[in-house]
């Protein structure tokens, strides 16, 4: 079953088009990487799945039926991010225990522990948590509600590395024991990468790439050497990026439809064959200009 | 694999509406403390005094009255549910589980029930009033007229002020929904009554405020008076519900 | 943490004003300024000033004498005279037949509610001059409630301002008066700055 179906969504604000004829599903019991740019349109599309806002045009399912406005999605969606609202009058562990009357599926005793590992006081008030400690604990409240579709969108603001650590590590067991549609956007890409089974990938409101997660690792590939080599190598195919390297070599990256024998004979003539990581591939994808950056400075 | 819940409207009203009462204790709080200095203004006098002399007799008498509790209860309520249909409170509806009608039904639940504890605790603040002068200073100087209220005086008084912050709390709860339609209307809707309250005041010919008033008050049948309260307040509380289904949030 | 002292709050306010409307209802009413509102009682307050200018406030229902004063008078001349400069002082006259040679002062009282807080009136004659001490300046303060605007919501008498002072300016009319008791073959003389003499005239 597909969890979300979308074809050919728009969304509009005022006069910005935030996203624009996007069609994707989403599988059930998987998670996926919601990738980007800023501004890519990735906190409107979740916001639109979660029932939270319109969309313009085109169609959307969640659980088979429209999200907005919608209770038996709401009930089954919960939608983390770096500000969820809650009430100022209830400390956290009064606000555990709302929680847990609102979802069937909730897991107190792994709430408790989760809150005990990460050093939350139950007695504190949500609004006088540091960012990170707010980002945590809005983390462990999505997980324990054990929906059957949870949404971070950008869950780590202010949290330190170690902690990121952790929030991967127990968000994968806990999806690897009680298995549930996971959508994960982050502009971390190489350090959720390695618990992503899909990876979505969104550039200026629409879709750029869908993939698993394995096969984005070996979408591209990059070639370096000097410039006229490449050149000859990379003729036809699609160039994500080029770069200038010295006077005379280039690096360029592009698709990976090379056999292995073509590969030895780039490597014969003298070039580097490097792989393409899955976030200098979305990088690549969803830059403006092919030679990114370098362009500012490059005036030919 | 997962099943999905399944969760009707009355099911996630009554979860939504038992976080509210939790969550926003600090509304009902906040009328103690209002009626708390409303009691004391009161007891001060409120009603003011009035006084005649003759040949060598004078005679004042200071009035005081439990009205302004009510007042005070009133405009609080009216304040809070304005609050209430602030971004601030509506995404916590989205936090959890519900839907804009879901939300806008635990709402009304949540502001009849601080109604309903606004209404008694106004009216048994009138008998706190009376306790307090009576017990300071001694019954002697207490006219006995409107001093005692009968049990079922009581009850009609909180019966009528329950009905009455009803009224204003979906009347608020209406104008915070309207007012949010459109960044404009913050404006244009308080200068429209503020200006149309000045323009009837200066011109006798115009009544609407005055009927409006005098329409609740002087209703002198019971079941006409809770009628027209039932009524109006349905009709405003379907407009906030039908004028805010669409809006987006968080 | 929060939650809790709301929580307390609400249920302390709770039981205070339980704790008062119990109170309120094992109040020994009685302590109480006995006055209510009666509008046709207003009305009545006319008997007295009717009763008073006709010299026949002793007839009426409720009035008292209080006390009594008689002097043995044969003189032809009496100036009446206030001790007190500063009280005003009012007594009604009325005229006997001539030749009695008595004078004698009544203070009536009527029962209301400031009746048991009323100073004395003083006679005492000497010589020609009878001297009328009047009881002093009064002032009765009160607190009055009003009805409250919810609990009048149905009561079918418009809502309108409570005039306590002016039903206990009738209530207290003819709390306490005086009369003098003179044959007519006496003439009176007093100072109007002084003292206020009522002369009843027989009809």
């Given at each position: 079953m597909n969890v979300i179906e979308c074809r050919g969504l728009s969304k509009r604000f005022g006069r910005t088009v935030a996203l624009h004829d996007l069609s994707f599903s989403i599988k059930e019991n998987t998670i996926t990487g919601l990738v980007g740019p800023n501004g890519a349109g990735k906190t409107t599309l979740l916001k639109i799945a979660a029932g939270f806002l319109r969309k313009t045009a085109g169609e959307i399912k969640v659980f088979s039926s429209p999200p907005f406005n919608n209770l038996k999605v709401s009930a089954n969606t919960f939608f983390v991010d770096d500000n969820m609202a809650l009430p100022a009058t209830l400390n956290l562990s009064e606000t555990l225990d709302a929680a847990r009357r609102?979802?069937?599926?909730?897991?107190?005793?792994?709430?408790?522990?989760?809150?005990?590992?990460?050093?939350?006081?139950?007695?504190?008030?949500?609004?006088?948590?540091?960012?990170?400690?707010?980002?945590?604990?809005?983390?462990?409240?999505?997980?324990?509600?054990?929906?059957?579709?949870?949404?971070?969108?950008e869950p780590t603001v202010g949290m330190d590395a170690a902690v990121r650590k952790d929030f991967y590590r127990a968000l994968l067991q806990d999806y690897l024991q009680h298995p549930r549609t996971i959508i994960f956007s982050s502009h971390l890409l190489k350090e959720i990468e390695d618990i992503l089974e899909e990876v979505l990938l969104l550039r200026e409101g629409q879709k750029r790439l869908h993939l698993p997660a394995d096969q984005l690792r070996e979408y591209?590939?990059?070639?370096?050497?000097?410039?006229?080599?490449?050149?000859?190598?990379?003729?036809?195919?699609?160039?994500?990026?080029?770069?200038?390297?010295?006077?005379?070599?280039?690096?360029?990256a592009?698709?990976?439809?090379?056999?292995?024998?073509?590969?030895?004979?780039?490597?014969?003539?003298?070039?580097?064959?490097?792989?393409?990581?899955?976030?200098?591939?979305?990088?690549?994808?969803?830059?403006?200009?092919?030679?990114?950056?370098?362009?500012?400075?490059?005036?030919? | 694999m997962m099943s999905l819940t399944e969760t009707s409207l009355w099911d996630a009203v009554k979860k939504q509406y038992v976080f509210k009462l939790q969550s926003y204790a600090n509304f009902f709080v906040s009328l103690v403390i209002v009626q708390l200095v409303a009691l004391l203004f009161s007891a001060g006098g409120m009603a003011g005094t009035s006084g005649i002399g003759w040949n060598n007799i004078l005679v004042e008498v200071k009035l005081y009255s439990g009205t302004g509790i009510f007042i005070f209860t009133v405009l609080c309520t009216l304040a809070n549910s304005v609050i209430l249909t602030l971004p601030f409170y509506r995404n916590i509806d989205f936090s959890f589980v519900g839907s804009r009608l879901s939300g806008n039904m635990a709402n009304i639940g949540f502001l009849v029930t601080a109604g309903l504890f606004g209404g008694i605790t106004a009216t048994l603040g009138s008998i706190l009033l009376r306790n307090i002068h009576y017990y300071t200073g001694g019954g002697g100087e207490i006219l006995k007229s409107f001093f005692?209220?009968?049990?079922?005086?009581?009850?009609?008084?909180?019966?009528?002020?329950?009905?009455?912050?009803?009224?204003?709390?979906?009347?608020?709860?209406?104008?915070?929904?309207?007012?949010?339609?459109?960044?404009?209307?913050?404006?244009?809707?308080?200068?429209?009554?503020?200006?149309?309250?000045?323009?009837?005041?200066?011109?006798?010919?115009?009544?609407?405020?005055?009927?409006?008033?005098?329409?609740?008050?002087?209703?002198?049948?019971?079941?006409?008076?809770?009628?027209?309260?039932?009524l109006i307040a349905s009709l405003l509380w379907i407009g906030a519900i039908l004028l805010s289904n669409r809006k987006e949030v968080r | 943490m929060q939650l809790r002292i709301y929580k307390s709050t609400l249920i302390v306010y709770g039981a205070i004003?339980?704790?008062?409307l119990a109170l309120f209802y094992l109040l020994p009413k009685d302590a109480l300024a006995d006055v209510v509102f009666d509008p046709e009682k207003?009305?009545?307050?006319?008997?007295?000033?009717?009763?008073?200018?006709?010299g026949k406030l002793d007839q009426l229902e409720g009035v008292e004498i209080h006390r009594r004063w008689s002097f043995d008078f044969y003189g032809d001349r009496l100036e009446a005279v206030s001790d007190d400069d500063e009280t005003f002082l009012q007594v009604y006259v009325i005229r006997t037949p001539a030749g009695t040679g008595e004078i004698s002062a009544v203070e009536y009282r009527r029962d209301t509610f400031v009746t048991h807080r009323l100073n004395p009136y003083r006679v005492t004659l000497s010589g020609n001059r009878l001297h009328i001490q009047s009881p002093g300046h009064y002032e009765f303060k009160f607190k009055g409630f009003n009805r409250d605007f919810t609990v009048g919501q149905f009561s079918e008498k418009e809502a309108e301002e409570i005039q306590y002072h002016l039903?206990?300016?009738?209530?207290?009319?003819?709390?306490?008066?005086?009369?003098?008791?003179?044959?007519?073959?006496?003439?009176?003389?007093?100072?109007?700055?002084?003292?206020?003499?009522?002369?009843?005239?027989?009809?």
């Open positions: 609102f979802y069937p599926n909730w897991d107190h005793q792994l709430a408790l522990r989760l809150f005990d590992y990460f050093s939350l006081n139950p007695r504190q008030l949500h609004k006088n948590l540091s960012k990170g400690m707010k980002s945590t604990f809005n983390m462990i409240v999505g997980l324990s509600a054990r929906c059957a579709l949870t949404i971070f969108d591209a590939v990059g070639l370096r050497g000097e410039e006229d080599t490449v050149k000859r190598f990379t003729a036809g195919k699609e160039i994500y990026r080029r770069e200038q390297f010295g006077k005379n070599s280039i690096f360029a592009v698709r990976n439809s090379f056999t292995k024998t073509e590969l030895q004979e780039a490597c014969a003539a003298g070039l580097e064959v490097l792989p393409v990581s899955a976030e200098d591939l979305c990088i690549y994808l969803t830059s403006r200009s092919r030679g990114g950056i370098d362009d500012v400075f490059n005036r030919n | 005692m209220i009968t049990p079922g005086e009581l009850v009609t008084g909180m019966a009528v002020a329950v009905l009455y912050l009803i009224l204003f709390s979906t009347a608020g709860y209406f104008a915070g929904v309207v007012v949010q339609l459109h960044r404009s209307l913050l404006v244009l809707l308080p200068a429209l009554i503020v200006g149309l309250i000045f323009y009837e005041a200066a011109n006798e010919q115009i009544r609407i405020f005055s009927r409006l008033i005098e329409f609740f008050v002087f209703e002198r049948s019971p079941f006409h008076f809770s009628l027209k309260i039932i | 004003l339980l704790v008062s207003m009305a009545e307050s006319e008997i007295y000033l009717e009763a008073a200018l006709k039903w206990l300016y009738h209530d207290i009319q003819f709390a306490q008066e005086l009369c003098l008791y003179i044959p007519a073959d006496v003439n009176i003389e007093h100072d109007p700055a002084g003292i206020s003499l009522v002369v009843i005239d027989e009809e």
